[in-house]
């Protein structure tokens, strides 16, 4: 196994940076020469893992069962799970790579086209919130939909081209294949969405019945002439804002870089080094997402945003930096196989815990934002529409997961009405009449974000099993600023052990249980 690993390390180290920053440059540029490079690097590091010699060997160390050494037992099982997802022929692997970077440069380079001129992402968000007249938020979605029938049949193609990759490594789909070899058993993550379906159903249909008849005034229409261009954003993925805090207007004249990086840097998570390399603001061309990459697992840690000045990019800077402390502060002296976070969800829930704090009052005190009479003037505002951020959020991620697990078992059923199905299910939204079109393939993770929404609100409940952990048992004071104590249980606890162990055991290990809701119910449902 120590042998297997050396000759691993050598060929993966150089090609995964490669491949991190090739993907970084097309990200940012745009541009087609830059996306055929990240492609390529791409394409060489995934190739590594369909080395089937090596697969074998793999094999019969494993079949062998005589390891005693833990830290070489986890690398094995990680390493595994990565040789059998490669153990695809290199011609479909290619082609897989070959879709999704096409399918990527067509929603980088589409933008919205109202009234004659093209508009950013930011724009028809910026509408969908502000705008009171109905047939201009209807203009601004509609024409926000029109990715769709552009990528759709792409992705479709895609889909089943995953699909086949699935089977011929012994799966029955490729959603089925993503979770297991992730380390997760799908049988008991959509247990735990059922689980929380029941706890947030009632509270949640509540909550909207709220929404809906705040909407009703707002825009001077019937409840039952609501439709979802109605809730402030493209998805209704986010809360709207119904209760009367703005927290916009507190965040407009602040930097919501320095803000989060006063804050990591006072706890002890010194984030300087990581902004250094990041890249910030809107440029044409470039992703109009947001995302953190560790480019090398040894400190070299990156995050792409496009800040304004905002509530949500005050969320999104402090979300991404969590991604980034995480990785920043990864056991330099682990292998490199287990610099990594313990499980994906694991890293969304540092980034939650403290993408949350943007919209908290004791918080944003603590920080100067607002003084201890506005603070307690807000306070209950804000953890009503924190609460009714997390039940819409919970809501939303039921509908992609249930969405993706039903497309990736058939992608030849309807899945322009299997979506709005799910969608009417879930959130509660009335569909427009008789429409029929792609929306699904509007939301970019479906295309290229594969089997990975669900890892957000498992992120969410470990966000709010920590919250608990950490104010509970850690912190000294009622907020975390200034802290340090937080910063160092998150680095001795999360951060170090990276992926050294299963992520339950993880969680045990630093909280004293296992994964559970009864926190995130415990926080948001009342
Ligand atoms: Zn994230």
Redesign the pocket.
């Known amino acids: 196994m120590k042998t297997f690993i050396s000759a691993y390390e050598a060929k993966a180290i150089p090609l995964y940076r490669e491949s991190a920053i090739a993907s970084w440059n097309a990200n940012i540029t745009g541009t087609a020469e830059d996306y055929s490079k990240s492609e390529k690097a791409s394409f060489e590091y995934a190739r590594i893992f369909t080395d089937s010699v090596a697969f074998k060997e793999l094999k019969t160390i494993k079949e062998s069962q005589a390891m005693k050494d833990p830290v070489l037992i986890r690398q094995l099982e990680l390493l595994y799970n990565s040789y059998l997802g490669g153990q695809v022929d290199t011609a479909l692997l290619a082609q897989q790579i070959r879709m999704e970077t096409e399918i990527s440069k067509k929603y980088a380079n589409f933008r919205v086209t109202l009234n004659g001129k093209q508009i950013s992402d930011n724009e028809v968000e910026n509408i969908l919130k502000t705008s009171t007249n109905s047939s201009d938020l209807k203009t601004a979605w509609e024409g926000s939909k029109l990715i769709g029938p552009v990528v759709a049949p792409d992705v479709i193609k895609l889909v089943k081209h995953r699909n086949l990759i699935a089977r011929k490594t012994g799966f029955s789909n490729y959603h089925e294949m993503s979770l297991k070899l992730s380390g997760q058993d799908p049988q008991e993550v959509t247990k735990l969405f059922d689980e929380l379906d029941n706890l947030t159903r009632d509270n949640f249909a509540k909550l909207k019945g709220d929404i809906d008849t705040f909407f009703a005034k707002r825009y001077k229409i019937k409840t039952s002439d609501i439709r979802p261009w109605h809730y402030q954003n493209r998805y209704f993925q986010e809360s709207p804002e119904i209760y009367p805090v703005n927290l916009d207007k507190y965040y407009a004249n602040q930097d919501p870089v320095k803000l989060a990086s006063v804050f990591y840097n006072g706890i002890g998570l010194n984030v300087d080094a990581i902004l250094a390399k990041s890249d910030l603001y809107e440029k044409p061309g470039k992703n109009q997402h947001a995302f953190c990459t560790d480019i090398d697992r040894s400190g070299d840690v990156r995050t792409l945003d496009n800040i304004r000045p905002d509530s949500y990019w005050m969320n999104t800077i402090l979300?991404e930096l969590g991604?980034g402390v995480y990785s920043y502060y990864n056991d330099m002296t682990l292998p490199f196989t287990l610099r990594d976070a313990a499980h994906t969800f694991t890293t969304?829930a540092i980034?939650e815990f403290f993408g949350r704090l943007a919209k908290d009052p004791q918080w944003m005190l603590g920080m100067g934002v607002i003084d201890k009479k506005e603070s307690d003037l807000i306070s209950d505002d804000c953890h009503k529409s924190l609460r009714l951020q997390m039940l819409v959020f919970s809501r939303w991620a039921q509908v992609m997961y249930r969405f993706e697990k039903s497309m990736y078992e058939n992608p030849d059923q309807n899945l322009n009405e299997l979506w709005w199905n799910i969608v009417e299910k879930y959130q509660l939204l009335t569909k427009p009449e008789a429409r029929d079109m792609p929306d699904w393939a509007t939301k970019i993770h479906v295309a290229l974000y594969p089997c990975y929404y669900h890892n957000y609100l498992m992120g969410e409940l470990l966000a709010s099993q920590l919250y608990y952990y950490l104010t509970t048992n850690v912190a000294k004071g009622q907020t975390l600023v200034g802290d340090k104590a937080v910063g160092t249980y998150l680095k001795e606890k999360i951060f170090m052990p990276g992926a050294r162990y299963y992520w339950n055991d993880m969680i045990e290990k630093a909280t004293g249980e296992k994964l559970t809701a009864k926190y995130y119910a415990k926080q948001f449902v009342e």
Do not use: F, T
């Open positions: 979300h991604h969304e980034a």
